[in-house]
């Protein structure tokens, strides 16, 4: 195990949940964890995994819970199975930002996915194309105030055959992307 070796790197070190991390893999998989989101690098691996065959691996920690309200978001989804029934034509995914916006987000999902079909719309977003006065107050709601959005996928149907989709409902996500080089990784 080299814990002490990269833990802690004189120009400087990785996050602790990151370093918790290293030290799970390292007892869990027999590997030695490197450091690699160190000394200024951005959109780098957190640290490569050097197991005993010579392999390496790439490793990236990930926390769900970025916001207080994650996990209860995340459990509330859950109760659900992560679907809604879909009341149109086509499969949505639906991506809830807040445990806040579920209320309504419930509520209101069927009439606007209705809505977006008869206008042949992917988006909630694309129904401004309306006149003001005509929007109705949900899709207002989702696009103006909520932190939620919707996506309809016209070319996968809700029914296929004997399978009724349901819609995707999973917590809004945010994410990076890592070196495009994939510098520190052998070429095999």
């Given at each position: 195990?080299?814990?002490?070796?990269?833990?802690?790197?004189?120009?400087?070190?990785?996050?602790?949940?990151?370093?918790?991390?290293?030290?799970?893999?390292?007892?869990?998989?027999?590997?030695?964890?490197?450091?690699?989101d160190v000394?200024?690098?951005?959109?780098?691996?957190?640290?490569?995994?050097?197991?005993?065959?010579?392999?390496?691996?790439?490793?990236?920690?990930t926390r769900?819970?970025?916001?207080?309200?994650?996990?209860?978001?995340?459990?509330?989804?859950?109760?659900?199975?992560?679907?809604?029934?879909?009341?149109?034509?086509?499969?949505?995914?639906?991506?809830?930002?807040?445990?806040?916006?579920?209320?309504?987000?419930?509520?209101?999902?069927?009439?606007?996915?209705?809505?977006?079909?008869?206008?042949?719309?992917?988006?909630?977003?694309?129904?401004?194309?309306?006149?003001?006065?005509?929007?109705?107050?949900?899709?207002?709601?989702?696009?103006?105030?909520?932190?939620?959005?919707?996506?309809?996928?016209?070319?996968?149907?809700?029914?296929?055959?004997?399978?009724?989709?349901?819609?995707m409902v999973?917590?809004?996500?945010?994410?990076?992307?890592?070196?495009?080089?994939?510098?520190?990784?052998?070429?095999?």
């Amino acid at each position: 195990m080299c814990w002490t070796t990269w833990c802690v790197r004189p120009a400087g070190r990785i996050g602790h949940a990151e370093r918790l991390a290293c030290r799970v893999a390292e007892r869990v998989l027999g590997v030695t964890a490197t450091a690699w989101d160190v000394d200024g690098r951005q959109g780098a691996v957190d640290a490569f995994l050097d197991y005993p065959d010579d392999r390496r691996a790439a490793f990236e920690v990930t926390r769900l819970a970025t916001d207080p309200g994650a996990l209860q978001l995340d459990q509330l989804l859950g109760r659900d199975g992560f679907e809604w029934p879909l009341p149109g034509r086509w499969w949505w995914n639906v991506f809830v930002g807040s445990s806040r916006d579920l209320p309504r987000l419930r509520e209101s999902f069927p009439k606007i996915v209705v809505m977006c079909e008869q206008a042949g719309v992917t988006r909630p977003g694309q129904l401004f194309s309306q006149r003001d006065d005509q929007i109705d107050p949900d899709v207002r709601w989702l696009v103006e105030d909520s932190t939620s959005t919707m996506q309809g996928h016209p070319d996968v149907p809700s029914v296929d055959g004997q399978r009724v989709r349901r819609a995707m409902v999973t917590p809004d996500g945010g994410g990076g992307a890592v070196d495009e080089q994939l510098r520190g990784l052998r070429a095999r």
